[in-house]
């Protein structure tokens, strides 16, 4: 079926009270990957590309200094990827993009075929964050498009959104938001934290996702609320890639018992990218590790080189340069070192993904999720669906 907005989706997990993972991307072979596993456990699913995954696809290797036409480029190649992949599904596939900058960024990634973006003025101060949120949300559900925003500033690191400390979202500030800006939902700051290292004794603010549903429930406003920096870091794949020559220092996550909780009071949208990064990491180091005393395989030698020289590393991007086109594209060439790698990759993320979707609870939604197009979407925003003050 054609890719559809997340609107629909965000309402069934409003109705059933489950959550929806968002799982970050950077390549067509991961996109697959995220596909299959959906589609076995039958549920929906949010593929979400940050805006500088975009740069990436675009074929910029130094993509934090990804230009706007990379972007384009990038958000092309994978929209046009996933659109194809989508069509050939039974389930419902929103593909969103993660951390949109600024408007730029997100005309080029719905200009590319994303049918969600999120726009994150996390950083302006409150009124700047409106009036940049709201023209958004403007230009993006007159195509029917979903949005994302943010409110409240996440610790730690991601591309290039980076914090050191955290601010607590407001709940009444959270409801305002959604008021004035028409958002269909709201990525909030409660104590998770960007990164493998998120420190060993994570409490999620419970309260401040209470706070918030309550009062937009009072309000009569639709809203779901979007727990970032939520990967649980699994233990034994951090082991893993130490043993295999990794230095992962103090890595932690968000565990599985903090999240249950929240999912119930009405976190709905749950970001995961670093235990995908994590897993495809520990893939190809057991593979390289398991290779080289057999193959002397040029390839392999130039991102064991790279591993070597930056073991804290685990953003395949950073290692996987020697065969960048092929991991941007999923193009193997028939080639069975390379065929070897891309089963890594996927596999890696299959671990991750197939996990998270029993634990976020959307196993077996997918039939429940009404399938609209963007266009019969942005009619029902004309007609009043999105509120805007
Ligand atoms: P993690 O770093 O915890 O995977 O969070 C990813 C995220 O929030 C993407 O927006």
Redesign the pocket.
């Known amino acids: 079926m054609p890719l559809i907005p997340m609107r629909p989706l965000l309402e069934t997990v409003r109705q059933y009270g489950f959550a929806q993972g968002a799982f ?1 991307v950077n390549s067509v072979v991961q996109a697959e990957a995220v596909i299959e596993v959906h589609e076995m456990f039958r549920s929906a699913a949010i593929l ?1 590309g ?1 805006d500088l995954a975009n740069a990436f696809m675009g074929g910029n290797a130094n993509f934090m200094k990804g230009t706007l036409e990379d972007k384009r480029k990038g958000a092309k190649l994978i929209g046009e990827a996933v659109a194809k992949l989508a069509k050939n599904s039974p389930i419902p596939i929103v593909l969103h993009l ?2 949109g900058k600024d408007f730029d960024s997100v005309k080029a990634a719905i200009e590319g075929g994303y049918t969600s973006v999120m726009i994150d003025g996390s950083h302006l101060p409150f009124e700047e964050n409106v009036d940049l949120t709201r023209e958004v949300v403007q230009y993006a559900h007159e195509r029917g498009v979903t949005v994302e925003g943010e409110l409240g500033v996440l610790s ?1 690191v ?1 591309d290039d959104v980076f914090s050191e400390h955290s601010t607590y979202t407001n709940p009444l500030k959270a409801v305002e938001f959604f008021r004035r800006t028409g958002v269909d939902c709201l990525a909030i700051s409660y104590g ?5 290292v ?1 420190g060993d004794n994570i409490q999620l603010r419970k309260e401040i996702v209470i706070a918030t549903m309550e009062n937009l429930k009072h309000e009569g406003i639709f809203g779901v609320l979007v727990s ?4 649980a870091v699994p233990r034994y794949i951090v082991e893993e890639i130490n043993q295999l020559g990794g230095k992962l220092a103090q890595a932690n ?2 565990p599985s018992s903090e999240l249950k909780p929240v999912i119930r009071a009405g976190i709905g949208k749950i ?5 995908i990064r994590l897993a495809v990491t520990r893939n190809i180091r057991e593979l390289i590790y398991n290779l080289t005393n057999h193959v002397k395989d040029h390839m392999i030698q130039a991102i064991r080189e790279r591993l070597e020289q930056a073991p804290e590393q685990f953003d395949p991007r950073a290692y996987l340069t020697p065969i960048l086109e092929n991991f941007i594209t999923g193009d193997d060439q028939k080639d069975p070192i390379l065929q070897e790698l891309m089963a890594c990759i996927k596999n890696g993320v299959k671990e991750v993904v197939g996990t998270q979707i029993v634990e976020f609870g959307s196993v077996g939604y997918a039939p429940k999720v009404e399938v609209i197009s963007l266009e019969e979407m942005a009619e029902r925003y004309r007609k009043g669906g999105g509120r805007i003050e």
């Open positions: 970050n979400q940050a993660d951390h730690g991601e998770t934290k960007h990164g493998a998120k970032h920096g939520s990967s996550g968000i970001n995961v990218d670093t235990d």
